[in-house]
């Protein structure tokens, strides 16, 4: 890569009515203490990626190399603020990074932590028990002609 990461983002935008770390957090299921009976309405994302014009090298690309640096979870959502300045890589993966993270089945290629199970709205980053590849579509809308 030859030029720098775009910044996609000026500022983040908070999606959340809590700050995370505020409340209990149990480690078994995944869940904080306000996580209870809460439904969130699905909005469509502010933000998209373009990766024809996001990719580029970050931090990780230049002094990450003995460590295993992980790809950013914001840049995939095409709300990174960081920049060339991130310390995870702003690119799509290519086989050997997919062959490197299931090596760890700890983590997904993200960094984030998986669980002995699944959550129960099937949402996270799943399961380090079981392999899975199913992508979970719903709320579509069908139209009846």
């Given at each position: 890569?030859?030029?720098?990461?775009?910044?996609?983002?000026?500022?983040?935008?908070?999606?959340?009515?809590?700050?995370?770390?505020?409340?209990?957090?149990?480690?078994?299921?995944?869940?904080?203490?306000?996580?209870?009976?809460?439904?969130?309405?699905?909005?469509?994302?502010?933000?998209?990626?373009?990766?024809?014009?996001?990719?580029?090298?970050?931090?990780?690309?230049?002094?990450?190399?003995?460590?295993?640096?992980?790809?950013c979870?914001?840049?995939?959502?095409?709300?990174?603020?960081?920049?060339?300045?991130?310390?995870?890589?702003?690119?799509?993966?290519q086989?050997?990074?997919?062959?490197?993270?299931?090596?760890?089945?700890?983590?997904?290629?993200?960094?984030?932590?998986?669980?002995?199970?699944?959550?129960?709205?099937?949402?996270?980053?799943?399961?380090?028990?079981?392999?899975?590849?199913t992508?979970?579509?719903?709320?579509?809308?069908?139209?009846?002609?």
């Amino acid at each position: 890569m030859q030029r720098p990461a775009r910044r996609q983002a000026n500022e983040a935008k908070k999606e959340t009515a809590y700050e995370e770390g505020n409340y209990d957090y149990n480690i078994w299921y995944d869940k904080y203490l306000t996580d209870r009976g809460v439904h969130i309405d699905r909005a469509p994302s502010l933000t998209k990626l373009k990766p024809e014009i996001d990719t580029g090298y970050t931090k990780a690309d230049h002094f990450e190399k003995k460590h295993a640096s992980y790809f950013c979870v914001y840049f995939a959502r095409g709300a990174c603020t960081e920049g060339v300045n991130c310390r995870y890589y702003h690119r799509v993966p290519q086989r050997e990074d997919l062959e490197r993270a299931a090596e760890d089945n700890l983590r997904d290629v993200f960094g984030r932590a998986r669980h002995a199970t699944h959550k129960d709205n099937l949402s996270g980053v799943g399961s380090f028990n079981k392999e899975c590849r199913t992508l979970l579509v719903s709320r579509i809308k069908l139209d009846p002609s």
